[in-house]
């Protein structure tokens, strides 16, 4: 069971975002996973351009450490996603890592595999960059688990509690890739989301090579 823990905050050691994250990852550990920490922000991965070549080659022409990253989300079973609160969003690391993840979204990658997130924020806003994260997970095709959100305002002993919350989180995470876990309402919009990809990548299969060719590879495609 490998789980993958990605931190989005540029603050380094000095990020409570990374103390969540890294609670996660203990939990996980603790529940007998491998487990491994990227911290984004000390990679260079660069802008999507919105070329489509992902779509069509099922690789991307930018030269950068996506790849590699990219790879090991692929390889692993679970992932959490951290990131703090940035003007009502996640940072532009996280979201440009994200953005270079069309293919992954068109042809359900994820499926099969379990995730969660965190997020800290100053004043307000975490719970909402929470459920944004998890939604892409979702919408990646994975199934997630939970998530902490934490506001620390001005009391910085409040990650302290969060970390506890946080290490259960990993254990829970831990546990439903063991068991398989399968939630009825995430598993409706796997389906949803399935049917609404086939339709797109059907209507461009002249263009979009690899795309296609890995849905019928898969059997999803007659």
């Given at each position: 069971?490998k789980?993958?823990?990605?931190?989005?905050?540029?603050?380094?050691?000095?990020?409570?975002?990374?103390?969540?994250?890294?609670a996660?990852?203990?939990g996980?550990?603790?529940?007998?996973?491998?487990?491994?920490?990227?911290?984004?922000?000390?990679?260079?991965?660069?802008?999507?351009n919105g070329?489509?070549?992902?779509?069509?080659?099922?690789?991307?022409?930018?030269?950068?450490d996506?790849?590699?990253?990219y790879?090991?989300?692929?390889?692993?079973d679970?992932?959490?996603?951290g990131?703090?609160?940035?003007?009502?969003?996640?940072?532009?690391?996280i979201?440009?890592?994200l953005?270079?993840?069309?293919?992954?979204?068109?042809c359900?990658?994820?499926?099969?595999?379990?995730?969660c997130a965190?997020?800290?924020?100053g004043?307000?806003?975490?719970?909402?960059?929470?459920?944004y994260?998890?939604?892409?997970?979702q919408?990646?095709?994975?199934?997630?688990v939970g998530g902490?959100?934490?506001?620390l305002g001005?009391?910085?002993?409040?990650?302290?509690?969060?970390e506890?919350?946080?290490?259960?989180?990993?254990r829970?995470?831990a546990?439903?890739?063991?068991?398989?876990?399968?939630?009825?309402?995430?598993?409706?919009?796997?389906a949803?989301?399935?049917e609404?990809?086939?339709?797109?990548?059907?209507?461009?299969?002249?263009?979009?090579h690899?795309e296609?060719d890995?849905?019928k590879?898969?059997?999803r495609?007659?």
């Amino acid at each position: 069971m490998k789980i993958l823990g990605i931190n989005g905050s540029p603050r380094a050691s000095r990020s409570q975002t990374l103390r969540l994250v890294q609670a996660v990852l203990d939990g996980a550990e603790s529940a007998g996973a491998d487990v491994e920490l990227v911290d984004v922000c000390k990679l260079r991965i660069e802008y999507c351009n919105g070329c489509l070549v992902c779509c069509e080659r099922g690789e991307c022409v930018k030269k950068d450490d996506f790849a590699e990253l990219y790879l090991k989300m692929l390889d692993s079973d679970g992932i959490i996603l951290g990131s703090p609160n940035y003007i009502d969003s996640v940072t532009a690391q996280i979201k440009t890592l994200l953005d270079r993840m069309a293919d992954a979204i068109h042809c359900q990658m994820f499926l099969g595999k379990y995730g969660c997130a965190v997020s800290t924020a100053g004043g307000s806003g975490a719970d909402e960059v929470v459920a944004y994260l998890n939604r892409v997970l979702q919408t990646l095709g994975a199934n997630t688990v939970g998530g902490i959100g934490v506001v620390l305002g001005g009391d910085p002993e409040t990650i302290v509690p969060a970390e506890g919350r946080a290490y259960e989180l990993g254990r829970k995470l831990a546990k439903a890739i063991e068991k398989k876990e399968t939630y009825p309402d995430q598993e409706e919009l796997h389906a949803a989301m399935l049917e609404r990809m086939r339709l797109l990548v059907t209507a461009n299969k002249d263009r979009w090579h690899h795309e296609y060719d890995y849905w019928k590879e898969a059997g999803r495609i007659p």
